[in-house]
């Protein structure tokens, strides 16, 4: 499985937390996904239960409160999430999800968190021999260290506009 594949199945899995941050960890043949999401007040018991029923949780923590700022009623806190995915847990979930996801005229928001990654992961899978270690946006850049045969570590940053223009090359290159 390529990380094309592995990283949109992840983005997927992400899209519906509408995460803040993320970052991708690789781990042998398992992926460690840790993300942090605005958590509503009036919605996070919900959230949390669905958020506990998910087969690959690990585990779920809030902020500490600040006991010096009164806390506003429209402002939310943020709630971290880790999920540990197993490399056949991914390939089952893609082959689940080999329908088509959208209508056939529809076009793809590039900037999903699914359609990103997947950028991401293609441009890995252009790069011969190389081993992903870790990926995560940091505002509106995508990190991505990732490792050689030889053992050479590369770290690499891209504003979101240089993946959308890859994305974009593969999406054309997919319908072709």
Known sequence: MNYSRILRVVGQK????????YEVVCYGNC????????EDSQRSKEEEKKVRGLAS???LWREPESPSIAEKPNERTSMNLEFLYSLEE?????EERQGPRRGANEMPDPYSLSNTLR??????????DIKLLFASNRGQEIVILYETKQGVRSLEEYPISAIYEF??????????
């Open 167 to 176: 994305w974009v090359k593969e999406y054309v290159k997919r319908k072709k």
């Open 14 to 21: 992400l899209e519906p937390l509408r995460p803040e941050t």
């Open 57 to 59: 949780f690990l585990r």
């Open 31 to 38: 992926y460690l996904v840790r993300c942090r999401v605005k």
């Open 119 to 128: 950028a991401v992961g293609a441009f890995l899978d252009r790069k011969p």
């Open 90 to 94: 991914l390939s089952r979930q893609d």
